[in-house]
């Protein structure tokens, strides 16, 4: 499954996103500003994010959904 978090660099959300990456979906996110230590964490585990939001890096399948 595809996963997109927003706020991934949250102590909450990273860490949900790290267990979800690990059960083997495919995790990405965004979040206004992302830092060590949660930036070079989920550098280490592989999993992508932007440092901003913005609706033009959602994934094309996230971004055609209705609401």
Do not use: C, E, W
């Not at 979040?31 to 930036?39: E, N």
């Amino acid at each position: 499954m595809n996963i997109y978090l927003v706020g991934i660099a949250g102590a909450g959300v990273s860490a949900l996103a790290s267990l979800l990456h690990s059960q083997g979906h495919r995790v990405s996110g965004s979040d206004q500003g992302v830092y060590p230590p949660v930036s070079t964490y989920l550098d280490r585990i592989g999993i992508p994010y932007h440092d901003r939001f913005d609706p033009a890096d959602l994934p094309a399948a996230i971004a055609a959904m209705p609401p």
